[in-house]
């Protein structure tokens, strides 16, 4: 796959550099679309015996990451759609960082901000951030584990 190719195909935004790019202006039918297709292919490689090339998961963590789509991210990895490697590994610890990063800008946004907001959607909120995180960290340090480099899960 060539990062053009997907450049063109996600509407001219580039998903695969870590800048801040907005992902706002992203088609969500375009980033369905593009998974999707990912997906078919990572069946069909596994249905044939074939090797699932590392960049192919890599890049379904990261685009999904970059969207916050955390939930879809997480079932993907607990079905074991995604076969586990270093790389899909580092690349949900990186996701947990971020998404854990996001919770604490919320929170400092809020504290901020002196506005009394009610509980129940703020906890609701940053509950629901903090537990994407925790469980994106798990589930990458897992990864590792199951690859037999538990020194790199500690780090």
Do not use: N
């Amino acid at each position: 796959i060539e990062p053009v190719a997907l450049h063109d195909a996600m509407g001219g935004v580039g998903v695969v550099s870590s800048s801040g790019t907005d992902m706002k202006s992203v088609d969500p039918a375009a980033v369905d679309t593009v998974v999707s297709v990912f997906l078919a292919y990572i069946a069909s490689l596994k249905r044939h015996g074939i090797a699932i090339p590392t960049e192919v998961p890599t890049l379904i963590v990261c685009v999904l990451a970059k969207l916050r789509r955390y939930s879809e991210l997480i079932q993907l990895f607990q079905y074991k759609v995604i076969p586990d490697s270093v790389e899909v590994a580092e690349s949900m610890l990186e996701a947990s960082r971020a998404a854990g990063a996001q919770v604490r800008s919320r929170r400092r946004r809020q504290d901020s901000s002196g506005a009394r907001r009610p509980r129940a959607s703020t906890a609701s909120t940053a509950g629901a951030g903090a537990t994407h995180a925790l469980v994106l960290r798990q589930l990458g340090c897992d990864t590792l584990w199951r690859l037999g480099l538990p020194l790199r899960a500690v780090e």
